[in-house]
């Protein structure tokens, strides 16, 4: 298979760790008999800093000319300065709007051997395998008007909440399918004893919910959800929410199962879809080799499987990363104290020869 992809590394950690990732989509191809054609674009402050454009032309044309988007990471203190629709994150809503990708799949498992990673006890953290599919093209990160109005020291915000009932149903029947390959239960979080657009998004789940009857539906609000996932993560199967909410519980659930950098996500449902991993930027650690690949190479692991439906070589690069694990293998997000930490590409270069082994015992493999 032609494995056609457009790399975005970013920003701080971005390139290192997209590194990483494509050095083991490299790995795979040989392994599996595919071809990777991968072409490299500026996003985010490396192309304001390269073009005075978040996301140039060429960027958004080379992503919608391939199969699947592997993205580092936008943005940084640096680019504070610039106006809004200039800033780093605008040209990362600016692509994920161009590639039509509205349900965002966030999954957060705790590793065994990791527990004692997470800032909760390890009974509490113990198997915690859970997925957050979180809309992504609605709500108040898209809504208008939005605008600061009026003199310093009198100015005023607004931001706008916003949801149309086809873009709530779409989402939803997306967490209904996942719910049914998983543990048949789904959580619909909202904020609907407040917000309207909350009351629309309960009623349209609900409406949704007849389609799966073999899908046990509950719903919570925001506030509690977040309470419940450090009270009992393990708990938690599917969780479907909207835009804010997803970002913000996505990243606490990172925290849980121990570190932000071993979770990917894969973006989809539009004409490409987008992987990265969760984490941000982290500018204060870019270009010293120190940050945790894994959840670029998770987000690989995603791409394989929904972008090319590739899942026997998508198992294999999950398995890699949990037999290193297994290992005691750790980057300094995950070490404990006095105990000695791999750099990124030592990480990495585990992952490679792991995945090396791991494929040996894959039918798929050619030989």
């Known amino acids: ?10 920003d701080g950690i971005g390139p290192e760790v997209t590194d990483e990732g494509i050095k083991v989509l490299d790995t795979v191809a040989e392994l599996f008999g595919h071809q990777l054609q991968l072409n490299k674009k500026n996003i985010g402050g490396a192309a304001l800093l390269a073009s005075n454009d978040p ?3 060429d960027t958004l044309q080379a992503c ?7 993205l580092g990471a936008v943005g940084g203190p640096a680019f504070d300065k610039y106006p809004s629709h200039l800033r780093p994150e605008a040209g990362l809503l600016r692509l994920r709007r161009e590639l039509g990708v509205f349900a965002n799949l966030r999954p957060a498992t705790c590793f065994p051997g990791l527990e004692e990673c997470s800032p909760l006890r390890a009974e509490v953290v113990r198997g915690t395998d859970l997925v957050i599919v979180r809309e992504l093209l609605g709500g108040i990160y898209f809504g208008e008007p ?3 109005k009026g003199a310093t020291g009198s100015r005023i915000a607004t931001d706008t909440m916003r949801y149309a009932e086809f873009e709530i149903e779409r989402i939803a029947h997306i967490a209904f399918r996942m719910a049914q390959a998983r543990k048949r239960k789904l959580m619909s979080v909202d904020k609907a004893n407040v917000l309207d657009c909350s009351r629309l998004w309960r009623s349209v789940v609900n409406s949704v919910a007849r389609h799966y009857p073999d899908v046990a539906l509950t719903h919570m609000y925001v506030d509690s959800a977040a309470m419940a996932l450090v009270a009992r993560p393990s708990e938690f199967d599917v969780v479907l929410t909207e835009n804010m909410f997803g970002d913000i519980l996505s990243d606490q659930a990172g925290a849980v199962v121990g570190s932000l950098g071993i979770l990917g996500s894969a973006s989809i449902g539009g004409k490409v879809g987008l992987y990265e991993p969760i984490h941000g930027s982290a500018p ?3 270009g010293k080799n120190v940050a945790n690949p894994i959840g670029a190479i998770a987000s690989v692991a995603m791409m394989l499987r929904h972008a090319f439906n590739l899942e026997a070589e998508a198992q294999c690069v999950e398995a890699a990363v949990k037999k290193v694990l297994e290992t005691g293998a750790r980057s300094r997000d995950i070490a404990r104290s006095g105990e000695s930490s791999l750099s990124t ?6 992952i490679k020869g792991a995945l090396l082994k791991v494929a040996e015992n894959t039918p798929m493999v050619p030989g």
């Open 55 to 57: 996301l140039p032309a």
């Open 146 to 148: 939005r605008e600061t």
């Open 345 to 350: 590409e030592q990480m990495g270069t585990r």
């Open 64 to 70: 919608l000319a391939s199969s699947a988007v592997l």
């Open 284 to 286: 204060d650690i870019g």
């Open 1 to 10: 298979m032609l494995l056609n992809i457009t790399a975005l590394p970013g």
